[in-house]
Antibody
Framework: EVQLVESGGGLVQPGGSLRLSCAAS????????MHWVRQAPGKGLVWVSR????????NYADSVKGRFTISRDNAKNTLYLQMNSLISEDTAVYYC??????????WGQGTLVTVSS | QSALTQPRSVSGSPGQSVTISCTGT?????????VSWYQQHPGKAPKLMIY???KRPSGVPDRFSGSKSGNTASLTISGLQAEDEADYYC?????????FGTGTKVTVL
């Protein structure tokens, strides 16, 4: 059974940093691209970033480019999102998702990030 | 990277059909046959319902179908059931990144 478990969320002050993790199991993690998608409270889904299997390709939404960094450790079956220079608009539940071909075929339950002073 | 446009809400009685539209541009919906649809119940993670415009993953009822014409994709739910009440989001590949729709709340009357 495919499982994705996010962690690392919490309360952080504006300008601060946070690193999210997504532990994967039930499939060969190194064979799949991965995504991060976020959802602000009461709002819709917003695509954040994706990474290919060997980290040679990464893409970002304009809203996070230069502030967020996606990475992965295939030996640990873990996906990461390093978030720097956080602003209030980054407050959201962050989901990791496994990338099927041009789709997100499995999702984690999400981790809440709150940016507030 | 503007969100795709969906109606805020649609509703129907059990057994009826509803259709949700998803309008983008020639750079996203119109440019690729990589539109997917996700169902999200309150407090839950999204679930893939349709991919590649009209394909259904294993386990998704055939009441759910997808199509596309030009810059607009559509999700149709036939034979509406109480458990279909949820938020639905479209998503399109846009050449190196992805864009989601604004979301549609489906209400079963």
């Amino acid at each position: 059974e495919v499982q994705l478990v996010e962690s690392g969320g919490g309360l952080v002050q504006p300008g601060g940093s946070l690193r999210l993790s997504c532990a994967a199991s039930g499939f060969t993690f190194s064979d799949y691209w991965m995504h991060w998608v976020r959802q602000a409270p009461g709002k819709g889904l917003v695509w954040v970033s994706r990474i290919n299997t060997d980290e040679s390709i990464t893409n970002y939404a304009d809203s996070v480019k230069g502030r967020f960094t996606i990475s992965r450790d295939n030996a640990k079956n873990t996906l990461y999102l390093q978030m720097n220079s956080l602003i209030s608009e980054d407050t959201a539940v962050y989901y990791c998702a496994r990338a099927g071909s041009y789709r997100c075929d499995y999702w984690g339950q999400g981790t809440l990030v709150t940016v507030s002073s | 990277q503007s969100a795709l446009t969906q109606p805020r809400s649609v509703s129907g009685s059990p057994g009826q059909s509803v259709t949700i539209s998803c309008t983008g541009t020639s750079s996203d919906v119109g440019g690729y046959n990589y539109v997917s649809w996700y169902q999200q119940h309150p407090g839950k993670a999204p679930k893939l319902m349709i991919y590649d415009v009209s394909k259904r993953p294993s386990g998704v009822p055939d009441r759910f179908s997808g199509s596309k014409s030009g810059n607009t994709a559509s999700l149709t739910i036939s034979g509406l059931q109480a458990e279909d009440e949820a938020d639905y989001y479209c998503c399109s590949y846009a050449g190196g990144f992805y864009v989601f729709g604004t979301g549609t709340k489906v209400t079963v009357l």
